[in-house]
Nanobody
Framework: QVQLVESGGGLVQAGGSLRLSCAAS????????MAWFRQAPGQEREFVAGMMQSGDIRSYPDSVKGRFTISRDNAKNTVYLQMNSLKPDDTAVYYCAARPFLATTRTDAYGYWGQGTQVTVSS
């Protein structure tokens, strides 16, 4: 049974930083692309970072580029999202997701999802 468990969310002031973690189990982690999405109240879930299975290609939307960094530790079966210079608009529930090999921005392409972790950025 595949499980993705996020942690690291919380309340932070604008300009601050948070590091999210997602621990995976039940899959061959090194064979999966990993991604982070977020969903604010009343809005659709949106892609914020993705990393290929190989770990050598990462992608970000313009809204977070230069502020967010995705990384992975295959020895720990964990993917991270370092978030710097946080803004109130970054407030959302953040989810990690997994799919074989290639990352994509499409939510419907991911078969495995975590339960989400809340990030709240105060102004």
């Amino acid at each position: 049974q595949v499980q993705l468990v996020e942690s690291g969310g919380g309340l932070v002031q604008a300009g601050g930083s948070l590091r999210l973690s997602c621990a995976a189990s039940g899959l061959t982690f090194s064979g999966y692309a990993m991604a982070w999405f977020r969903q604010a109240p009343g809005q659709e879930r949106e892609f914020v970072a993705g990393m290929m299975q190989s770990g050598d290609i990462r992608s970000y939307p313009d809204s977070v580029k230069g502020r967010f960094t995705i990384s992975r530790d295959n020895a720990k079966n964990t993917v991270y999202l370092q978030m710097n210079s946080l803004k109130p608009d970054d407030t959302a529930v953040y989810y990690c997701a997994a799919r074989p090999f290639l990352a994509t921005t499409r939510t419907d392409a991911y078969g495995y999802w975590g339960q989400g972790t809340q990030v709240t950025v105060s102004s």
